[in-house]
């Protein structure tokens, strides 16, 4: 099953269902009002997206990295996870985030500047944004090994992306998590562009190539499906939790916007290569589907535009609600317990801003 090249696909790019002799008997509860609530989620988190790309571009957030594209992939992994699976994400993850019921407004306080983190991770079970390339996917294999330590059951999912593959981090949880069998699920999103660099540069073998050099059974998916996104990742947890080990899922996607919102892919990607992955759009695909059914009307497209814009009017008014932090907050939480270090800087910092009222 998760030893082959062959791209598992349930859903053609015109929105015609496929059944497949491993993957589709994980798929068979998703009914009409299932594929409802999946469109749903895609459209509202392409909205989130534009709305805090909009949001960078005036000036309210530092930086911003895009999704655009990518929406089944996220989308699909993360409602095939139970509830105590635990998310170890990169940066790029807010269609994740969504759909662990993150509130939209709280992925922007990273990226305002206005907090370390975001959320409490234990909470929604999901780690906040990673900027370090490929560190999460050595986290999240010593929290598997810790789950089988302590005899916990669930599951562990790491993101990343292609590029990430070349950092060293990765194989050393790819070595790591098959010698101890660590419940873990590599979930790399190969949007085909690591910054301004091809994936071919990454590597000669396709990214699942990867995960089989290390044991770690592997598989790729068309990651702008999001039926076979959720098949793929179900069989991949359920695996981990029935003691069986990693498994390495290439979701194949495309990132059709920048790497984050202070790139411009134009000066290195060309447009003829834009043009044939909108063809792959993964919304348009399951709104063929949904058509295909006659499951549109217009009442539906109206009830998800006004989530959708609903949603949005939130995010921005959150962001631009924020109460910035006061700077001796920068001290807080370094550690769970008081540090004589962690004082000993504060009472330095706290001398140096005196200096600087007094010089007004």
């Keep these: 099953m998760f030893d082959t090249d062959d791209l598992v696909q349930l859903v053609t790019e015109s929105g015609e269902r496929r059944t497949h002799p491993d993957f589709s008997p994980y798929v068979d509860d998703i009914d009409l009002p299932a594929l409802r609530g999946l469109y749903e989620d895609l459209v509202v988190v392409r909205r989130i997206d534009a709305e805090a790309t909009a949001l960078q ?9 895009p999704l655009l594209g990518q929406e089944a992939a996220q989308v699909g992994s993360a409602r095939a996870l139970a509830s105590d699976d635990f998310v170890f994400a990169s940066y790029r993850e807010h269609g994740v985030a969504y759909c662990r019921g993150v509130d939209p407004t709280h992925m922007l306080r990273f990226w305002r500047g206005s907090t370390h983190s975001g959320w409490n991770p234990f909470e929604y079970k999901m780690t906040t944004p990673a900027i370090i390339v490929g560190s999460q996917a050595l986290h999240a294999t010593g929290y598997g090994m810790g789950m089988q330590f ?3 059951t669930g599951a ?3 993101y990343f992306g292609d590029g990430a593959t070349s950092q060293g981090d990765i194989s050393e949880a790819f070595g790591f998590a098959a010698s101890f069998a660590a419940p873990v699920v590599f979930f790399c999103q190969n949007n085909q562009w690591a910054i301004s660099e091809p994936v071919s540069l990454q590597s000669p073998v396709g990214i699942a190539a990867r995960g089989r050099g290390f044991g770690v059974p592997s598989v790729r998916v068309d990651g702008n499906d999001v039926l076979a996104v959720i098949a793929v990742t179900r069989a991949a947890l359920e695996r981990a939790r029935d003691g069986a080990g990693p ?3 290439e979701a194949v996607t495309y990132r059709m ?3 984050t ?3 411009d892919p134009t000066r290195y990607r060309p447009a003829s290569l834009d043009e044939e992955w909108t063809t792959k759009d993964p919304l348009d695909r399951i709104r063929a589907l949904l058509d295909a059914e006659d499951a549109v009307d217009e009442d539906y497209l109206a009830q998800i535009k006004a989530q959708a814009d609903t949603t949005a009017a939130a995010l921005r008014r959150g962001c631009l609600e924020t109460v910035e932090p006061v700077p001796m907050s920068l001290f807080d939480n370094v550690y769970a317990e008081p540090h004589p270090l962690v ?5 330095r910092y706290a001398a140096y801003l005196d200096t600087l009222q007094g010089s007004h």
Excluded: M
């Excluded at 571009?57 to 990295?65: D, F, K, M």
């Design 247 to 249: 498994t390495l899922i």
């Design 257 to 259: 916007g920048p790497h």
């Design 156 to 158: 562990v999912i790491t």
């Design 343 to 347: 004082d000993e800087e504060r009472r």
């Design 57 to 65: 571009r005036q000036g309210e957030l530092g930086l911003w990295a």
């Design 261 to 263: 919102t202070s790139d």
């Design 150 to 152: 302590d005899g916990a």
